[in-house]
Structures are given as structure tokens and as C-alpha cells.
């Protein structure tokens, strides 16, 4: 069966600092994977979406950059991370674009 | 963009009492999807839909397919204190990617 991990589960940042947060999938190949920032009101913002290794689709202009090295791996990234950046990240998978995605447990982000 | 709203905001409900949540979009859906999210959980997949007029129970979860593929309703029966959570619809129009509802929070008091 698929499984999908997201570490870690918390993490707290300084202004400024960089960020890296990773993402696999088990399971399944050439997942579409995407990754969402869930703000305090509840609501799921799509970042980015990729559909193959190297793909990346990005939905919103922000702090934020996403790669995809291997084709059951997705990083999400920053260089300089703003105040504005803290948050619920989660990152999904699915089977295609018309399929269910599917969610990791998510990252805590607090910026500080 | 795409508009898809979701109703009610919260309830808070006694335990044994049924539950009804929906969402509308301002334009047609091809798949319906409804999530489950506890706290510091991601969502995870109730029911999916993906024809007009469609009825799927899960357990004591019912949900349908709007017949103008502009709604989709979530029916929980007989809720118990684990139901506690926020439920997202999410829908996909045609060609497009997932969109998802605000939440409902659900609470359920013993």
C-alpha cells in the first residue's frame, strides 16, 4: 500500500534562516505530489504541483521554491524565510490529476 | 477564480445527533471528494464521488453528488465523540486541479 512521509513534523526558524522540508512517497510511481500552506483559517492554499521528476508548477508568487530530484521525492524550500511564511505545510500525493490526493501529517513552521 | 463554498462554518452538536454539511461551486464539477482533519493531522480521504446523483456511505458517512454537479453533501448519522474534527470538501472542474472548501468544524459534546 502508498505511504507518504513528511518530516518534520515541527520546526521553528529564525527570520532570515533557510528552509528545507521533504516529502516521499511509497508505493505508487510517478505520483503527481503537491504541497499546501494551511493558514490559521483553515483553508488548503496550493504552492506548488509537480506531474514528473523536474516538473514543478507554481500557483502562487511567494518566498518559496519546490524540486522534485527523484520521482517519489518532493522538497520544499526558501533562502531567507519571512514572518509571513509560518504556517501548517502539507504535502500530498496522487495517482493523477483527476484522482483523490492523498496527505502527510503536515509540518509546523513557526517562524520567530 | 474558482469559488467553492462550504456550510456551516462549525457546529457543535450532541452526541447521537445527525450531521449535515455541504458545498457549492459557482461553476461544474467532474469529482466530488470530502476529508477528515484531526488536530496536527493532515486530511485523510472519507468518500470520493464522481458521477451526478452519486450516493456512497462510509460507515455512518453518506455522501451525494449533486445532480447539477454544483453541490455535494456530507451526512454523518449517530455521531460519537471521535467524529470531532474538521470536514473539507474539495472538487476538481473539468481539466483543472482540486479545489478545496474552508471547513466545517465539527464538535461533538458527550
Known amino acids: 500500500s502508498q505511504t507518504i512521509h513528511q518530516w518534520p513534523a515541527t520546526l521553528v526558524q529564525p527570520v532570515g534562516s533557510p528552509l528545507s522540508l521533504e516529502c516521499t512517497v511509497e508505493g505508487t510511481s510517478n505520483p503527481n505530489l503537491y504541497w499546501y500552506r494551511q493558514a490559521a483559517g483553515r483553508g488548503l492554499q496550493l504552492l506548488f504541483y509537480s506531474v514528473g521528476i523536474g516538473q514543478i508548477s507554481s500557483e502562487v508568487p511567494q518566498n518559496l521554491s519546490a524540486s522534485r530530484p527523484q520521482d517519489r521525492q518532493f522538497i520544499l524550500s526558501s533562502k531567507k524565510l519571512l514572518l509571513s511564511d509560518s504556517g501548517f505545510y502539507l504535502c500530498?500525493?496522487?495517482?493523477?490529476?483527476?484522482?483523490?490526493?492523498?496527505f502527510g501529517d503536515g509540518t509546523r513552521l513557526s517562524i520567530l | 477564480g474558482q469559488q467553492l463554498n462550504q456550510s456551516p462554518q462549525s457546529m457543535f452538536i450532541q452526541e447521537g445527533e445527525d450531521v449535515s454539511m455541504n458545498c457549492t461551486s459557482s461553476?461544474?464539477?467532474?469529482?466530488w471528494l470530502w476529508y477528515k482533519q484531526e488536530p496536527g493531522e493532515g486530511p485523510v480521504l472519507l468518500i470520493a464521488l464522481y458521477k451526478a446523483g452519486e450516493l456512497t456511505s462510509n460507515g455512518r458517512l453518506t455522501a451525494q453528488f449533486g445532480i447539477t454537479r454544483k453541490d455535494s453533501f456530507l451526512n454523518i448519522s449517530a455521531s460519537i465523540p471521535s467524529d470531532v474534527g474538521i470536514y473539507f470538501c474539495a472538487g476538481r472542474p473539468p481539466g483543472n486541479q482540486f479545489y478545496f472548501g474552508t471547513g466545517t468544524s465539527l464538535t461533538v459534546i458527550p
Open positions: 461553476s461544474i464539477f467532474n469529482t
Open positions: 500530498a500525493w496522487s495517482d493523477g490529476s483527476n484522482q483523490p490526493q492523498h
